[in-house]
């Protein structure tokens, strides 16, 4: 196991280096001038302009700005936004909590109905449910994100109007964070009504982040419950007369969660993704839409800083993943 570990961790190393490449160099590739939108509608010299772009290396040679932001990183020192002037990293831990409580709530959401769906499903083979329930989670899978959530705001909010558009609770209420999460932090505040006010926020914004993962945590469990359910254990234990929600829920489900489980696992970088485009859409306060911004912005460090740490998140989950993975199933590891 300690052997497998090693493989596994040595093999991030340069995945890790790639991603910083590809975070250096995506910003650099998209047109705009980061001095000329540092100062918006200000007028600048051309000598007030050399000496922006000297104060943040910007006129040196690219690989010469690369070995620094490395050199720099590896004193873990993510840089300081330009537009901000904060550090990155304080602005990323900031920010981060909002991104976590949505993604959290997203994936509760999808595993408590994806995974009931495809057990459901699985053991109603080829019945209404089964075709229906198979064929909302592909089309739940293919919907454009985008999209999908621009019709919830219509129909929800626009129409019904049952939730809120944007943000994380309404400007009725004031408190200062302490936790960073908002539904903690307005049950602390003792605010009446500040707890439903979050709530009703977040639920289009769940609803729209977890589609995906609900659809393939709902087709992934069917896969391993038609298989499991196939077994002669199974078969066995039906015979000794047990009752079916015993044999599904005990002998079944158990065995069957072990590459749901991994799924799981691995739609968490779905979700981070994800929440780049969901944040944006609801102007969630969050990682998301900070980077959506620092990218309109040119802001270099924010850009390079974010990339690298949701790079690094997604990576830590995915090693997580497959230690555990391993630790359930000896052949991943003598595999490799």
Known sequence: MIWFLIRRTLLLIPTFIGVTIIAFGFIRLLPGDPVLMMAGERS?????YAEVMRAYGLDRPIWEQYLTFM??????DLGVSIITRKPVLTEFLTLFPATVELTVCAMIFAVVIGIPAGVLAAVKRRSAFDHTAMTVALIGYSMPIF?????LIIFFSGILRWTPVSGRISLLYFFPSVTGFMLIDSLLSGQKGAFTSAVSHLILPTIVLGTIPLAVIARQTRSAMLEV?????VRTAR???LSPLR?????ALRNAMI?????????????????ILTETIFSWPGIGKWMIDSIFRRDYPAVQGGL???AAIVMVVNLVVDLTYGLVNPKIRHGG
């Open 259 to 275: 590459p749901v489980i991994t799924t799981i696992g691995l739609q968490t970088g779905v979700l981070i993704a994800g929440a």
């Open 229 to 233: 359910l196939s077994d002669d254990y």
């Open 247 to 251: 044999v599904v829920g005990v002998h």
């Open 44 to 48: 600048l010299t051309a000598a007030r």
């Open 239 to 241: 015979a000794k007369g």
């Open 308 to 310: 690298l740490l949701i």
């Open 71 to 76: 050199n720099n990183l590896m004193h873990g």
């Open 147 to 151: 999209w999908w959530g621009l019709l």
